[in-house]
């Protein structure tokens, strides 16, 4: 899972204007990302143009998706490019934070000033937005339970019999215990009884 773009671009005029923009391109060859970064550019241009504020939307191209949001209003697009394993809802969190940051570090009236390589130097969380969120897992508070929730069926998957050395059963075991009360071991013994019909031991 892999994001090589994040672009932010107003989108009211035709090219969409690119004020913002951020790469990871070194999988790529060093003579190969200039045209790499070219074609980024010129896609996330032309998918913002064509996206209705309010919209959200995704393209496939080659091995890649990208996707864009244009705020209604304003027209501020934010446009991410991803590999196709790149989680599709963490994408759009995404691009609705960058979009967010933006609007709150620079006044609408400042859009038409900026360049790519002006804002790097005055919004360097793009940059460090792009490299927090390599790992989608970092995003998407969701998907952050759900792989904690995943690890944790891991170890309860492992009972108490499988943690007990070879050829010890836990009846063994409760009956040798001096620690357990008379009480405890008739109540173990009941709960198992009731519980025979719902498990194969």
Request: proline content about 3%; some cysteine; overall charge neutral.
């Amino acid at each position: 899972m892999k994001i090589y773009a994040i672009l932010l671009l107003t989108a009211n005029s035709r090219p969409a204007d690119i004020r913002a923009a951020e790469y990871e391109l070194s999988q790529f060859g060093f003579f190969q990302r200039g045209s790499v970064q070219e074609f980024m550019n010129f896609t996330s241009q032309t998918l913002a143009e064509r996206t209705q504020a309010g919209q959200r939307q995704s393209v496939e191209q080659d091995s890649y998706l990208i996707h864009c949001f244009v705020r209604p209003g304003d027209k501020l697009a934010a446009v991410i490019i991803t590999d196709q394993e790149y989680p599709l809802r963490v994408s759009f969190t995404i691009l609705s934070k960058c979009i967010d940051d933006f609007a709150a570090k620079f006044p609408a009236d400042t859009w038409s000033t900026l360049t790519p390589s002006t804002a790097s130097a005055q919004f360097p969380v793009l940059r460090e937005t792009l490299n927090k969120y390599q790992d989608p897992h970092a995003a998407d508070n969701l998907m952050r339970v759900q792989r904690e929730l995943d690890e944790t069926k891991v170890i309860l998957h492992k009972t108490i019999e499988s943690v007990l050395e070879r050829e010890e059963k836990l009846d063994s075991l409760v009956e040798r215990s001096n620690a357990l009360s008379t009480s405890t071991r008739a109540f173990y013994k009941t709960a198992k009884k009731n519980n025979q019909c719902c498990s194969l031991m």
